[in-house]
């Protein structure tokens, strides 16, 4: 049985220590009363650790927690565990000494973690309904109990009864940026996805958001926590997608939304990816309508934007389909390259 959760920090080049042993281990001390434990994600910035980690265990081992725990891989420091328990009625967010390992830390499994830039981190609770619509950006470089160090950022009431989940481009650069590496997209533009759910008689939603409106609220003087979507949500722009397209995959490239769905048409299926460029100084490649009625998002059709079709044959899966570089997207070669052995 595992007693703790050993971080080794190695080179990228070569696989060995990227400190002198034992100092390139981050560990961190498991309650007492836990008996399994896994790690559901983990992402990494120019200074911070992030895991979504699963312990089980307590009073007779019925006991079942998921805990977010930040660490600075520069110093080996615990930085926060943000707690979210999902109540009857709302959200309660609340954060935990960095110096403790048991007790409290606490948050659902149904929450969605990611970081917006190197210090920055967006929690989503995935199901919200009844509880209050909204998002949560954490900022670890803020003392756990500085007002400023946790804002919450309200979505549209009127989508308040559909679940979440937010899209973002994992491979934009976090921290230090490699000045030799291929084209960047600017951080100014990036945006990320808050898909809303289909609910009957309403079709799916995107929220196209730009994560630097997200960290500029994050920063602000304000005081308030709460930022309501009349305030922060205003121009950003809302695509709701046709009732018939029910099998739908997301790619985020920089400023760019790559839609791939199934168009059913042949019998093997016929793939289409809808590229929507949402850079400013695109604009005019996507046709956006009048603001809408009260007054804060614009609303685009799903038709807009270039659009490719693909045929499916030869066991080619296109839900494999990643950004690569400075390229679009790239593609599973065959389905019959999937198995995987297992590793010791």
């Known amino acids: 049985m595992y007693r703790s959760i050993r971080i080794h920090l190695l080179d990228l080049m070569d696989g060995s220590p990227y400190r002198v042993p034992p100092s390139n281990v981050i560990a961190w001390k498991l309650p007492p009363e836990v008996y399994e434990t896994s790690i559901k994600d983990l992402a990494v910035t120019g200074s911070r650790i992030m895991m979504y980690i699963y312990l089980r265990g307590g009073f ?12 600075d891989w520069n110093t080996g420091d615990l930085v926060r565990m943000p707690e979210l328990r999902l109540c009857c009625a709302h959200v309660v967010p609340q954060v935990i000494d960095r110096s403790s390992a048991d007790g409290g830390g606490l948050i659902g499994w149904n929450f969605q973690g990611a970081f917006l830039d190197e210090f920055r981190i967006l929690v989503v609770p995935r199901s919200i309904f009844p509880h209050p619509f909204e998002l949560f950006v954490f900022d670890t470089l803020l003392p756990q109990d500085h007002p400023r160090h946790l804002r919450r950022f309200m979505l ?28 960047l997209v600017d951080p100014t533009q990036a945006i990320l996805i808050v898909d809303l759910s289909r609910v009957v008689r309403d079709p799916r939603i995107f ?11 994050t920063c602000s003087m304000r005081t308030e926590a709460q930022i309501p979507w009349d305030e922060w949500g205003r121009g950003n722009v809302v695509i709701e997608i046709p009732t018939g397209i029910t099998r739908l995959s997301i790619v985020i ?36 309508s009048d603001e809408s009625n009260d007054g804060t998002e614009r609303r685009a059709p799903f038709k807009t934007g270039r659009s490719c079709l693909f045929e499916e044959g030869g066991g080619v899966s296109m839900w494999g389909l990643q950004p690569l570089g400075d390229s679009v997207v790239f593609y599973e070669v065959s389905i019959s390259c999937l198995t995987r052995g297992v590793v010791d």
Do not use: N
């Open 207 to 217: 929220l196209i958001l730009r994560m630097q409106d997200l960290i500029e609220h």
């Open 60 to 71: 007779q081992r019925l006991a079942r927690e998921w805990r977010m725990v930040i660490w």
């Open 156 to 183: 549209p009431p009127k989508y308040g009864h559909r679940s979440v989940r937010v899209y973002l481009d994992h491979d934009r650069p976090l921290g230090t940026v490699d000045r030799d590496g291929p084209l």
């Open 253 to 288: 490239h920089g400023a760019r939304l790559l839609a791939i769905y199934d168009t059913h048409r042949g019998s093997e299926g016929d793939y289409c990816i809808h590229i929507f460029d949402l850079c400013r100084r695109a604009s005019s490649a996507l046709t956006v």
